[in-house]
């Protein structure tokens, strides 16, 4: 007769893993240019044009104070988020594959990524952070140029810029990551249905602060609540969109 | 005693209205090599990715190393599975697939997997978008072999590549195999190629299980009887037959069964032809004759 090969698996193995979800850490920084190489090529070339431009500007006469204040409206410094949103997509769309066949569980692939977003996001806001900093010891790299003391940056020192990266980039990670997941595992229909929800449900609350004539009060609340409440709001946001993917991607299937 | 791996009891996957696999049931026994044969779409990558748990089952039960492979890290660990149509993180290469694997399989022989990238002169340094069908088979192959994982999967190992590099396959397997055991599930429809390879036969068709036999026994199971047509229907009148052909006067029909001594002495007095069906011609006969030409086409490929 035959018996099944069970013996050496009798005792069940600890739900955390650390091992398990650390390889997948490593697993997305086995080829670093992706997490950690091309956002700053996006940002170095980002910051060349703009002392091209704070140069021009200066050189056709324009006093640094003006530049600087203009320049201030510039998105240059978030020019890499729209890179890792499509990070974020690929994590999932080709790692959660890759890691599934080299026989991962869904749990620790999403948990070894959650670590990774969180490492790629306290490299981009200290970094960030510091740069704002030089930027204002350098006035402006020297021509008055002002990519990172720029938009929310710059106002309340290190550790103010640091959180506001910091919630920032892991929302970009989780939203890229979280979505694709629904992909994995509704496909097109899942997709359709989303983004249609997501239509209705920005229409609706648009609709109701219009209807109501809340706006002033919304904009007013969100003024008393600082940069640091507003980057707060964003890190509950990146939380729910960690969970949701959570949820979604354990019944996932690869293609 | 053999003890067995793999216990699958009425898995059935359905998509839609679709059913890709409509109530399986088979085992597989440790250390053997299973082919799992079929067309195109018979279902073959689907039962591996069932028991890989990347699937989920809409019916059924499977049992893989005694449980549920879905979401078990303990049964995930002691399985490879690359799949024909793998998909591999942005700006792979072959270089990185290598690099990543020993953190995934405890087995991993890096000086084997070193020898197999010489031999299949795979460019490790070339992203694997850009590899040749057979380079990407190559990739599969190479990381099936060195997991050295007690259950391995090859998904169509053979897809794109040279005479040469078949060769190598199953030598390496043959090889490994003997030193290393583990049970080793191949999926294929080029059958004549991986015919002497095989220990155990699961033919798949239309997501149904055809045939689940030992390969020795499969070799021997059919037979063609030759020769005027209306001395074969005599001869094969009360068999099960399993294909017929008929030219003129002349018949040719493949019955399933063993043929004895008596049999064998009769037929030859009677004037017919005997001879062996070969696994190829046997699948084909179960599973329709598009088989034959599409076979022959990739395999000159």
């Known amino acids: 007769m035959t018996a099944v090969v069970n013996a050496p698996i009798a005792q069940s193995t600890s739900r955390v893993r650390p091992n398990e979800i650390w390889r997948i850490v490593r697993l997305h920084a086995v080829n670093p240019s992706v997490f950690f190489g091309v956002p700053w090529i996006i940002l170095g070339a980002a910051w ?65 990524t959650a670590v990774m977003f969180v490492f790629v996001s306290i490299e981009m806001a200290a970094a960030i952070a510091t740069l704002v900093q030089l930027e204002q010891l350098t006035d402006g790299w020297g021509v008055g140029a002002s990519m990172f003391d720029s938009l929310w940056y710059g106002q309340q020192g290190w550790l103010v810029d640091f959180y506001a990266t910091f919630a920032l980039q892991l929302l970009v990670l989780f939203i890229g990551a979280a979505i694709t997941t629904v992909y994995m595992r509704w496909r097109i229909r899942g997709m359709l249905i989303l983004t249609l929800s997501a239509i209705v449900l920005v229409l609706g609350l648009i609709a109701l602060a219009t209807f109501t004539e809340s706006w002033p009060q919304i904009f007013g609340w969100l003024g008393s609540i600082g940069i640091v409440g507003i980057f707060s709001l964003i890190l509950g946001l990146a939380a729910v969109f960690a969970l949701a993917g959570f949820l979604v991607i354990r019944r996932a299937t690869p293609r | 005693m053999t003890p067995t791996v793999v216990r699958v009891d009425g898995l059935t996957k359905r998509y839609g209205s679709f059913t890709a696999l409509d109530r399986v049931t088979f085992d597989l026994e440790e250390n053997r090599i299973y082919g799992l044969l079929g067309r195109n779409g018979a279902g073959k990558t689907t039962i591996m990715q069932l028991l890989t748990g990347q699937l989920f089952p809409s019916d059924g039960e499977i049992e893989v190393f005694g449980r549920t492979p879905a979401e078990h890290a303990d049964v995930l660990r002691r ?223």
């Open chain 1, 48 to 112: 060349i044009v703009s002392i091209v431009i704070a140069m021009i500007i200066g050189g056709a006469g324009a006093p640094e104070d003006d530049i600087r204040e203009g320049m201030r409206y510039s998105w240059a410094v978030l020019s890499p988020q729209w890179y890792l949103i499509v990070v974020g997509v690929q994590a999932v769309a080709y790692t959660f594959s890759f890691a599934l066949g080299f026989g991962a569980t869904r749990r620790d692939f999403w948990l070894g």
């Open chain 2, 79 to 301: 399985m490879c599975f690359i799949a024909e149509s793998q998909r591999y993180p942005e700006d792979f290469t072959a270089a990185h697939v290598l690099k990543a694997a020993p953190w995934f399989f405890e087995n991993w022989d890096a000086a084997f997997a070193e020898r197999l990238v010489a031999d299949f002169r795979l460019p490790l340094k070339r992203r694997i978008k850009k590899l040749s069908r057979g380079q990407l088979s190559a990739v599969g192959v190479i990381v099936g072999l060195a997991s050295r994982a007690p259950l391995t999967f090859f998904d169509e190992p053979y897809l794109g590549l040279d005479a040469v590099a078949r060769h190598i396959f199953y030598d390496r397997l043959l090889e490994d195999y003997a030193e290393h055991p583990r049970t080793v599930v191949l999926s294929t429809h080029l059958i004549d190629e991986v015919a002497n390879l095989l220990e155990h036969v699961i033919l798949i068709d239309q997501g149904r299980i055809l045939l689940d036999r030992d390969a020795e026994e499969v070799r021997g199971t059919a037979s063609t009887v030759a020769g005027p047509r209306a001395t074969v229907e005599q001869f094969v009148a009360d068999r099960p037959v399993i294909g017929r052909e008929a030219l003129g006067g002349l018949a040719s029909v493949t019955i399933d069964g063993r043929l004895d001594q008596a049999d064998r002495v009769r037929a030859a007095e009677l004037g017919l032809e005997l001879a062996p069906v070969s696994l190829q011609q046997l699948i084909v006969h179960l599973t329709g004759t598009d088989l034959a030409g599409s076979t022959e086409q990739e395999a000159a490929a």
